[in-house]
């Protein structure tokens, strides 16, 4: 089945980096979505960051050109490096994946699996 493992969540301080992690296991699409996500507590989960099978690649606005999602070291890797964090940034931060997917505008493609989150605090 798959598993979906997050981490790297910290507490930092406002301008300070930060780098989650993801590895998705059990995961065998030849074309899929892999991706961040975010929640704080009260609110919804929003779409952060994301990558396709293709090199298709996708930020909200919220966070274009402060962090950069990226493949990571080892097979279905997934990184997001996180720069200039700002206090708003602080959130449970959730990998997602969704096979048959593929980075587009328009809305975020609703994932089928879900990690367990890591938190980051930004103060």
């Known amino acids: 089945h798959v598993q979906l493992v997050e981490s790297g969540g910290d507490s930092v301080e406002a301008g300070g980096n930060l780098t989650l992690s993801c590895k998705a296991r059990?995961?065998?699409?030849?074309?899929?979505?892999l991706a961040w996500f975010r929640q704080t507590p009260g609110q919804e989960r929003e779409a952060v960051a994301g990558?396709?099978?293709?090199?298709?690649?996708r930020y909200a606005d919220a966070v274009k050109g402060r962090f950069t999602v990226a493949w990571g070291k080892g097979r279905m890797v997934l990184d997001l490096h996180m720069n200039s964090l700002k206090p708003e940034d602080s959130a449970t931060y959730y990998c997602?994946?969704?096979?048959?997917?593929?980075?587009?505008?328009?809305?975020?493609?609703?994932?089928?699996?879900w990690g367990r989150g890591t938190q980051v605090t930004v103060s």
């Open positions: 997602a994946a969704e096979g048959g997917c593929w980075m587009h505008s328009g809305p975020w493609f609703t994932p089928s699996y």
């Open positions: 059990g995961f065998w699409y030849a074309s899929y979505c």
């Open positions: 990558l396709d099978a293709d090199g298709g690649v």
